[in-house]
């Protein structure tokens, strides 16, 4: 293997290639930005005036979708891995058409809780609906991002520029697809436990 090869993937000095580093300091701030939101969701709790309702159903839904994807965007690692560039194209595909069922999902988990009056803001609101307006639309902010990240390396996969030896894109769009499934899992399970 060629040295410029090896500096494609690696940077000397960090050992990282600088995308693939940015990419890491993006989801520790984002990881930053969650983490003082369901701080604030407990603190906020405990201080009264918070309603108290069944979460919508859909979101088991969307966490089972948001599941398949990550599954599908790890397929299409692999088979980037072994040169077979129609699953990879495959792979992307399915998982951008599932982040768009998630985000569909999404949107009728924000109708359900509109139609039970659970609004965000004014008069109406109280501060338990408005934090699980909060926390999903920031989530589905990011899944947007991400699904414009699916779009580019697709774009390149139809141009032959994902395969065993350019990794790279790949690498970072399933490593952002997994943190966003894995993130999405987390406030999940804190809304089961802290609503």
Known sequence: MATSEILQDKEAGTGTHPKRL????????ITMIFAAYTSAYIVRREEGNWLEFDLPPGLL???????????????????ARKDEVRQVQIGLALTFILGLVFLIGQWNVWVDLVAHKI????????????????????????LITGLIFLLIVLRKSLNYQVHSRQMLSIGNVTIYWHFLGALWLYLYLFLLLNH
């Open 22 to 29: 940015l990419l890491l300091l993006m989801m520790i701030s």
């Open 119 to 142: 609004h965000f803001g004014g008069v109406d609101a109280n501060p338990s609906g408005s934090f699980l307006y909060v926390l999903t639309g920031v989530h589905g902010f990011h």
């Open 61 to 79: 839904y969307t966490t089972v979708v948001i599941l398949f994807s990550s599954a599908t965007v790890q397929w299409a690692w692999f088979a």
